[in-house]
């Protein structure tokens, strides 16, 4: 990584996603922490995802097209060799970040070098439904959380990518529907 590299890489692949895609765009574009690349990997929508990221006239954008839907798992290893950031923060097309999701997370990651991935609480809000679910914030909480499920919701980790790329901390296709419970297994491995 060079000097000219952002802080984040905020990785987001959409397949498909045009309902909330907007919504999940601008509550990036928006955050109020500014240094960060938004790879944005279209994974072969057919509906007007690619319509909606192209309408965005913002240099922060880096669009990616899959010349075929790779789905999931290859998508996001795709974003994870293709990220120029410090960080790799996760994103999913139908997801809203808070303003400052990103400056809060930045500033955990400088502050304690020892952790390789943080995440954050998550607002489930439809109009039937309102709720805060609430992920532990120690090592022990998570340990014992991952035991029986994951330890973090996945579309808000910011992770060091230097740890992902040297243990190679990508996503196991073999773990369809449960490749991030399966990477976070083996990232409590290297952060204990």
Known sequence: MSE????????????????YLR??????????????EFLIINDGSSDGSRDIIKSY?????????????????????????????????????DDISLPDRLMEQVRFMEENPG??????????????????????????????RLLFRTPFAHPTVMMRTDVVRKYRLYYNPDYLHGEDYEMWYRFNKVFP
Do not use: H
């Open 4 to 19: 000219a590299d952002p802080m984040v890489t905020v990785l987001m692949p959409v397949y498909n996603g045009e309902r």
């Open 57 to 93: 006239n913002d240099e922060r954008i880096r669009f990616v097209e899959n010349e075929r839907n790779l789905k999931l798992i290859e998508t996001l290893n795709r974003g994870l060799d293709l990220a120029r950031g410090k960080f790799i923060a996760r994103m999913d097309c």
């Open 23 to 36: 919504e999940s765009i601008e509550s990036i574009l928006n955050q109020t922490f500014k240094d960060f």
């Open 115 to 144: 952790i390789g991935a943080c995440g954050t609480y998550v607002k489930i809000f439809r109009p039937w439904f309102k709720m805060t679910v609430r992920y532990p914030t120690d090592p022990d909480g998570i340990k014992v």
